[in-house]
């Protein structure tokens, strides 16, 4: 294994990273809620470890350093490319970032990006005038600002997966799914009925592309 210099130990990188997407997020989401402040914590803690990873120390590859030496004789484990993991596991040749799944990945955080935004927008709305959010997101899903984290941080792991990062994403989409239903107790024992038949109509999760009804 030979290199020029380090590609890690750069934690002026993990600061400025982390505070852009950080930032990002925060002007979409806008939390206010007690709820709506560990949604985003859940997700600025993943943020953080994964930038820590990216920029500063490489824990995964120190883990797996013995067993990625002798799959992969040769594989400079302090280059940047060496962090993009599954295009190594996968054995892709030539810059990891124009890989299908780097590119794979800019869709899922451009696309969790636009639902965030414009998901709270609708939100927005609906609670100044004490309404139900069923219109533009609101309309195919209950909970699309939920679906939009999944969706970034299922980017981030295609670009960058880390042993950390893998362990904490069921673990976040656990906390999602729990916030998910005390959100919707509230909402109907605020709304009533008009909760009922919009939750009747309306799947929790994934878009219904045939008949619509309720989905978990």
Not at 2 to 11: M, P, R, V
Not at 45 to 68: D, H, K, R, S
Not at 184 to 201: I, L, P, S, T, V
Request: avoid cysteine; charge should be positive; aromatic fraction near 18%.
């Amino acid at each position: 294994m030979t290199h020029d210099t380090s590609a890690y130990g750069l934690w002026s990188l993990v600061i400025l990273n982390s505070a852009i997407f950080l930032m990002f997020a925060f002007s979409f989401f806008k939390p206010q809620t007690a709820r709506d402040w560990r949604t985003f914590s859940a997700f600025a803690a993943f943020i953080v470890a994964l930038f820590v990873e990216m920029y500063g120390f490489p824990l995964t590859l120190y883990v797996l350093a013995g067993w990625l030496q002798t799959r992969y004789p040769g594989l400079d484990l302090l280059s940047h490319n060496s962090g993009h993991l599954w295009s190594t596991l996968l054995g892709e040749k030539g810059d990891a970032h124009f890989g299908p799944l780097h590119i794979a990945s800019y869709v899922f955080l451009g696309y969790g990006f636009y639902l965030l935004s414009t998901a709270w927008n609708v939100l927005y709305h609906a609670q100044r005038h004490n309404t139900l959010a069923t219109t533009g997101a609101y309309a195919h899903i209950r909970h699309p600002q939920y679906v939009a984290f999944v969706l970034i941080l299922l980017g981030f792991l295609l670009q960058w997966p880390t042993l950390l990062t893998l362990a904490m994403f069921p673990i976040l989409l656990a906390m999602y799914g729990r916030l998910a239903v005390t959100e919707e107790a509230e909402m109907r024992k605020h709304f009533g009925a008009a909760f009922d038949a919009y939750a009747a109509r309306t799947p929790r999760f994934i878009p219904s592309f045939g008949k619509k009804g309720a989905a978990a």
